[in-house]
Structures are given as structure tokens and as C-alpha cells.
């Protein structure tokens, strides 16, 4: 799925796909706080089947009625490739072994404290996601993310003028303050980039 595709599904422009896509994440979410993932999956299985089969059965049925010849209903998806591409493999294996390859390079960096400054940032991170790791768990931070995946974006989409304007007034009082820090506090300072 390419970022166009994403966008447009985050943004709302066709609310029948992103309505299905949206609600289905949820569903499966909030499934997941009541059953372990197993059942959630056997569930799924068990639904998907169900439908397949009952239209199976009712498409034979109606066949025979009418005494036609129509074949199997799911012959053209049985007909279609389902392979994965042995290029589309490497491209998106390549993809994350290089974002892998990033990430432990950034943590190597935080962890042995190649910038001060930035290795505080992410200490005082740390610190507050464990306060939050206290009163959620992952999968209430989950259903929290996808929600405000898709509630976000638009909502900044019409009244962007206002966030905008509220988002500066505290990006200036954050640098103040930050200034104020380094200024008092030796060692501090950041590098001239």
C-alpha cells in the first residue's frame, strides 16, 4: 500500500473503505482485550468459513434449481496467483533490515551518551512511558493509536489554522524553557550543528 493510499484512508476521502478498515482494526482490538489472539484468530477463521461455505452450499443449491452450469463461485479468486514475488520480498526485507539498521544506530547513539542533551531527552521519554506503561497496557495504547490515527488527521484538517497557532505558542514557550535549562546548567549546551 503505498503513502497515497494510507493518506487517503486516514483523511476520510472514501468513508466506506476507511469506515470497514477502521472499524474491523477496532473490532479486532477490542476483541483482543477479551480473548488471547488465538481465539481471536479461530473466531475470524471460523466466521470467514462459515460464510464461504453457506454461499457454497447456497450457490449449489441454486444451481441445481435452476438446473445451470455456473461452476464453482469462487473459481475466479482459486484461479488468481496468490505468490508473493520473490523481488517483492527483497524490496520490503531491504526496506526493514535498513530501518533496523537505523534504529539500533540511533540507540546506540542515545545509550552511550554520544549527546548529552539528546540522551536526557530520551532518559525523561523513558520515564514518562513508564507512568504510562502503569495505567495502560499495550493494547489499550493500541486501540488509543489507531483511533487517534484516524481521528487526528482530519480533525487537524479542519481547524488547522487554530492548532497551528496553538501548536507554536507552546513549541516557543518549550524552547524558552529548554533555553533557560541549558543556559543554567553546565555541560548542557548543545553542539553547534
Not at 520473490?86 to 546506540?108: A, F, W
Amino acid at each position: 500500500m503505498d503513502a497515497k493510499r494510507v493518506a487517503d484512508l486516514l483523511y476520510w476521502r472514501d468513508v466506506k473503505t476507511t469506515g470497514v478498515v477502521f472499524g474491523a482494526s477496532l473490532l479486532l482490538l477490542l476483541s483482543l482485550t477479551v480473548c488471547s489472539i488465538v481465539s481471536v484468530s479461530s473466531y475470524i477463521g471460523l466466521a470467514l468459513l462459515s460464510v464461504t461455505i453457506c454461499f457454497r452450499i447456497y450457490k449449489g443449491i441454486l444451481q441445481a434449481i435452476q438446473k445451470s452450469d455456473e461452476g464453482h463461485p469462487f473459481k475466479q479468486y482459486l484461479d488468481q496467483e496468490v505468490a508473493l514475488s520473490e523481488d517483492t520480498v527483497h524490496k520490503y526485507s531491504d526496506m526493514v533490515l535498513e530501518r533496523l539498521n537505523k534504529t539500533i544506530g540511533e540507540l546506540r547513539r542515545l545509550f552511550l551518551v554520544e549527546d548529552l542533551v539528546d540522551s536526557i531527552k530520551f532518559a525523561l521519554l523513558m520515564w514518562i512511558l513508564t507512568y504510562v506503561g502503569a495505567f495502560f497496557n499495550g493494547l489499550t495504547i493500541l486501540i488509543l493509536g489507531l483511533i487517534g490515527a484516524f481521528s487526528c488527521p482530519i480533525i487537524y484538517e479542519k481547524h488547522q489554522t487554530q492548532i497551528d497557532h496553538y501548536l507554536a505558542l507552546v513549541n516557543n514557550q518549550i524552547k524558552d524553557v529548554v533555553g533557560k535549562v541549558q543556559a543554567k546548567v553546565p555541560g548542557l549546551k548543545r553542539k553547534a550543528e
